[in-house]
Nanobody, 113 residues
Framework: VQLQASGGGLVQAGGSLRLSCEASGSQLHIDAIGWYRQAPGKQREVVAAISRGTTNYGDSVKGRVTISRDNAKNTVYLEMNNLKSEDTGVYYC?????????WGQGTQVTVSS
């Protein structure tokens, strides 16, 4: 199983970005999938996740991000709006597939103030 994340980049504060994460491999049965981020000098934290149709968001991003999933494409998206400098970090896609956890390679998001 591989998770390929994309869509990161440099954006001004107040701007938007859309991250994508495609899961590939055989016999994919995704139990849960979501996004985490790690800012410099900080611990990795959850941004948003989908599990069995239920979505959950980190407190710091509620109201500004939307997670969605395209089951046909095995892809999860993270739409981020009104970005702030504190959203800067490496964003990782993570999935629970067949009871096993997987991580993608991460994509850098930099928000300039």
């Amino acid at each position: 199983v591989q998770l390929q994340a994309s869509g990161g980049g440099l954006v001004q504060a107040g701007g938007s970005l859309r991250l994508s994460c495609e899961a590939s491999g055989s016999q994919l049965h995704i139990d849960a999938i979501g996004w985490y981020r790690q800012a410099p000098g900080k611990q990795r934290e959850v941004v948003a996740a989908i599990s069995r149709g239920t979505t959950n968001y980190g407190d710091s991003v509620k109201g500004r991000v939307t997670i969605s999933r395209d089951n046909a494409k095995n892809t999860v998206y993270l739409e981020m709006n009104n970005l702030k400098s504190e959203d800067t970090g490496v964003y990782y896609c993570s999935a629970l597939i067949g009871g096993q956890g997987y991580w993608g390679q991460g994509t850098q998001v930099t928000v300039s103030s």
